[in-house]
């Protein structure tokens, strides 16, 4: 499996933003998919996760109640809706696959390029 994240970009504070991650390869369905960030200095975090039949689902408390992960196996993607953004959500976003829920930034299998979402106040 590979992972293209896409959709990132400029957005003001209390604005909205959808990243998607496209992926390839015939096994996408038994992953557990995440979205993961990072900021300059820091060690990235865990932003958001879905099992790989999307029953389950893991936010990070700083993202609960605005952001919304979903997933398509048909389509093999993975999106990450996020709404009333805040300065702080700034960070490179990655989306990653894992065989664990939700998976850890040790447990990780696939990473893909890290997409940047800028919020200005």
């Known amino acids: 499996v590979q992972l293209q994240a896409s959709g990132g970009g400029l957005a003001q504070a209390g604005g909205s933003l959808r990243l998607s991650c496209a992926a390839s390869?015939?096994?996408?369905?038994?992953?557990?998919m995440a979205w993961f960030r990072q900021v300059p200095g820091k060690e990235r975090e865990s932003v958001a996760a879905i099992s790989w039949n999307g029953g389950n689902l893991y936010y990070a408390d700083s993202v609960k109640g605005r952001f919304t992960i979903s997933r398509d196996n048909a389509k093999k993607t993975v999106s990450l809706q996020m709404i009333c953004l805040k300065v702080e959500d700034t960070a490179v976003y990655y989306c990653?696959?894992?065989?664990?829920?939700?998976?850890?930034?040790?447990?990780?299998?696939?990473w893909g390029q890290g997409t940047q979402v800028t919020v200005s106040s």
């Open positions: 390869g015939p096994t996408f369905s038994t992953y557990t």
């Open positions: 990653a696959a894992g065989r664990s829920f939700p998976p850890g930034i040790r447990s990780v299998s696939l």
